[in-house]
């Protein structure tokens, strides 16, 4: 498979990160017959001779089931015909965005931070791993295996951090993580019950183990969207 | 200790490296990642002069940050990630002295720095507002983070600022508050509110922008509940 080199970082696809940090999209030039695979609705503008078509990923069956858990069902197939031709792809969070190669290893990603991948590269969403430390957040993960390139943003800007060793994460802030790392989560302060933990704001922490990557985001949508909301109209009931 | 800004200035955090035996102290909730032996003790603060710890949690969950957290490494020194929860930059710098800062703006300081979250200073005038005000006095270094971009006023003799602007200022500056316009009218149709004037000599940390006019602004296109 033909490689290229952009800047120190290998990839297969050709691109060009466009608006970083605040507002990463990014620009891919797809060789004759490359595809790419990429999230629903985030193709912003394309040369007129690539194709696109939409796969129910894993069969309609474990579709539908992954649609009723909320992620997403659908992914788009985008295929240069005949010629190279351009691709502007844009995630719908404003944010930071990161490119990794996958060399025959494993990435767990935070759902929603999926933008695109090579071919190469398998999305399994069923992957259930983090289910149960992540409950009650809203947050799916999902594992990305293969060979090729990979793409994930996030709101707010993203930070690398190589792990060797132990480090802790606030849930609420992991992008991304080599799978090579092992992970637990765990009460702030330990295991006991004091004002620390409740008081402390943090809640619940991850701890990862081992040596890898560890890709966290600079900012949360949640308490934006909770600050927003207590500028809503409320209804005047008295 | 070292006090790196990442990211600036739309999405800004502070990457802390400290070593053994220093310590950090942060609004509750800043943490987004730290070395594994880090450890982390929260107290409270009184805040607005009124105390008592069911204030405090009543507080707590009115939304308000009332707890912080202080930060020591082990023995070999850790790095700690603090950020905040608006949109906007985070300014470092290191006082000598007294300083103000907005309350909403307080994101950490060197455990050298005496915190007083009751202070009093702009009471009078600003009650009805939720604002609160954090005294902070000592040597060391302090981190605020602003919504939007942070400036500097260089105040050598009287300056104006909106009070929603207002990011932090030395205490070595005189303040008073106003109605911007003179007359109710145009405090409340003008869209100035109150104006804080400062006088002598020290430095104010304004934003560029009004967290609560942008709320406001957005009031319109979210649903009733």
């Known amino acids: 498979m033909e490689t290229n080199m952009t800047e120190s970082q290998q990839s297969e696809i050709k691109y060009e990160m466009i608006g970083k940090p605040d507002y990463a999209m990014i620009k891919m030039t797809l060789k004759a017959n490359q595809t790419v695979q990429v999230e629903p609705s985030a193709m912003a503008a394309m040369d007129t001779n690539i194709q696109m078509k939409t796969k129910a990923k894993g069969g309609l069956f474990a579709g539908v089931k992954r649609m009723l858990s909320s992620e997403s069902f659908f992914m788009n197939e985008f295929t240069a015909q005949n010629s190279s031709g351009e691709l502007y792809i844009s995630p719908a969070l404003p944010g930071d965005m990161d490119h990794v190669y996958l060399n025959n290893n494993t990435i767990i990603l935070q759902g929603s931070a999926f933008v695109a991948s090579s071919m190469g590269v398998t999305i399994n969403s069923q992957f259930q791993g983090l289910k149960g430390l992540f409950n009650g957040e809203g947050f799916f993960f999902i594992q990305a295996t293969g060979t090729g390139d990979l793409f994930f943003n996030t709101y707010g800007g993203i930070l690398e951090i190589p792990v060797d060793g132990d480090y802790i994460v606030d849930n609420?802030?992991?992008?991304?993580?080599?799978?090579?790392?092992?992970?637990?989560?765990?009460?702030?302060?330990?295991?006991?019950?004091?004002?620390?933990?409740?008081?402390?704001?943090?809640?619940?922490?991850?701890?990862?183990?081992?040596?890898?990557?560890?890709?966290?985001?600079?900012?949360?949508?949640?308490?934006?969207?909770?600050?927003?909301?207590?500028?809503?109209?409320?209804?005047?009931?008295? | 200790m070292n006090i790196e800004l990442l990211h600036r200035p739309a999405n800004a955090v502070a990457k802390?490296?400290?070593?053994?035996?220093?310590?950090?102290?942060?609004?509750?909730?800043?943490?987004?990642?730290?070395?594994?032996?880090?450890?982390?003790?929260t107290s409270k603060y009184a805040k607005g002069g009124s105390g008592g710890f069911l204030k405090g949690i009543k507080r707590l969950f009115a939304g308000e940050n009332f707890f912080m957290n202080r930060f020591s490494p082990?023995?070999?020194?850790?790095?700690?990630?603090?950020?905040?929860?608006?949109?906007?930059?985070?300014?470092?710098?290191?006082?000598?002295?007294?300083?103000?800062?907005?309350?909403?703006?307080?994101?950490?300081?060197?455990?050298?720095?005496?915190?007083?979250?009751?202070?009093?200073?702009?009471?009078?005038?600003f009650s009805g507002e939720s604002t609160f005000w954090v005294k902070l006095s000592g040597t060391g270094q302090v981190i605020v983070n602003s919504f939007g971009a942070?400036?500097?006023?260089?105040?050598?003799?009287?300056?104006?600022?909106?009070?929603?602007?207002?990011?932090?200022?030395?205490?070595?500056?005189?303040?008073?508050?106003?109605?911007?316009?003179?007359?109710?009218?145009?405090?409340?149709?003008?869209?100035?509110?109150?104006?804080?004037?400062?006088?002598?000599?020290?430095?104010?940390?304004?934003?560029?922008?009004?967290?609560?006019?942008?709320?406001?602004?957005?009031?319109?296109?979210?649903?009733?509940v």
């Open chain 1, 172 to 238: 609420g802030y992991i992008v991304a993580f080599d799978s090579t790392l092992q992970y637990e989560t765990q009460v702030i302060g330990g295991l006991k019950l004091g004002l620390t933990t409740f008081m402390s704001g943090e809640g619940i922490v991850c701890k990862f183990s081992g040596k890898g990557r560890l890709w966290i985001q600079t900012r949360q949508l949640a308490p934006y969207i909770g600050w927003a909301w207590t500028f809503a109209p409320r209804k005047n009931n008295s």
């Open chain 2, 16 to 41: 802390i490296t400290m070593s053994s035996g220093e310590k950090i102290i942060s609004e509750a909730g800043a943490m987004i990642a730290m070395s594994e032996d880090m450890s982390v003790v």
């Open chain 2, 74 to 125: 082990g023995p070999n020194g850790g790095e700690l990630y603090l950020g905040t929860s608006s949109m906007g930059d985070l300014m470092t710098r290191k006082i000598d002295g007294e300083f103000i800062v907005q309350g909403g703006s307080f994101v950490a300081c060197e455990d050298t720095i005496d915190v007083d979250a009751s202070w009093q200073g702009f009471k009078s005038l």
């Open chain 2, 150 to 224: 942070i400036y500097e006023v260089d105040v050598n003799d009287t300056y104006t600022v909106d009070t929603g602007h207002i990011v932090a200022f030395e205490e070595t500056l005189d303040f008073s508050v106003r109605k911007a316009g003179g007359s109710w009218i145009s405090a409340i149709f003008g869209g100035e509110g109150l104006v804080c004037e400062f006088n002598g000599k020290g430095k104010v940390y304004c934003q560029s922008h009004n967290q609560n006019n942008f709320g406001y602004s957005l009031a319109p296109m979210l649903k009733e």
